[in-house]
């Protein structure tokens, strides 16, 4: 019915596969998700559902979004995304959407925000090689030359620098889907996804042929 839920991510652990390999896992919690608001294309210009996670307490919700949760009859949650779907009609306000949505999924896109690093130099952020550690050396961790005296006199836009790093949202695409937990709402990848333990991620089922990073 969906081809995206909300979820978190738990951490990672390794699992052994079915043919005996070792494979590093990331343990997703995704769902159950709460329909909040339905939006079709006569009224809205598009079709798609509001789906609500994460359980928030009244006292720390606004009032007017406390109001739109009162009006679907659900409680306060933490996070609130739109997905398009092709069928509104098919979805009612307060309807519980679990994780066997992606029971039949082999392959999905985990979307989350990277670990804020705070400011860091061009070594640590792009993994430069820096310069020699040998006595007599002037620099060793130094970014290095950013251009040029006469042409063009100044430095090119987009020059990979030191600065801030992380907290910016990222895609991870095509990873296998090693399990599904219907039971715990669970869903198991393999590999590793954006994000710290117990953050915010959206898992989308794969549709047609795509690259394995963005």
């Not at 494979?23 to 909040?36: A, F």
């Not at 979307?111 to 993994?127: C, L, N, Q, S």
Request: aromatic share 8%.
């Amino acid at each position: 019915m969906v081809d995206m839920m909300l979820g978190k991510k738990i951490g990672m652990t390794s699992l052994f596969s079915e043919d005996g390999k070792f494979v590093p896992i990331t343990v997703i919690e995704l769902g159950p998700c709460v329909v909040t608001q339905i939006k079709t294309k006569s009224k809205d210009g598009y079709d798609a559902v509001q789906m609500g996670y994460g359980d928030k307490r009244e006292k720390r919700t606004k009032k007017p979004v406390l109001g739109h949760f009162n009006k679907a009859g659900v409680t306060p949650k933490r996070w609130l995304r739109e997905v398009h779907v092709q069928k509104p009609e098919d979805f009612q306000i307060g309807q519980e959407i679990s994780v066997a949505e992606f029971s039949e999924a082999k392959n999905v896109d985990v979307i989350g925000t990277m670990k804020g690093r705070g400011f860091a130099g061009a070594m640590k952020r792009y993994g430069f090689k820096g310069g020699r550690d040998s006595h007599g050396f002037t620099w060793h961790r130094a970014l290095g030359s950013i251009g040029s005296n006469t042409d063009p006199g100044h430095t090119l836009r987009g020059k990979r620098m030191h600065g801030h790093m992380g907290n910016v949202r990222r895609t991870a695409k095509n990873i296998k889907v090693f399990k599904v937990d219907t039971e715990r709402n669970l869903i198991l990848v393999v590999g590793q996804v954006p994000g710290a333990n117990q953050g915010f991620v959206m898992v989308r089922k794969v549709q047609g042929k795509q690259s394995t990073s963005e």
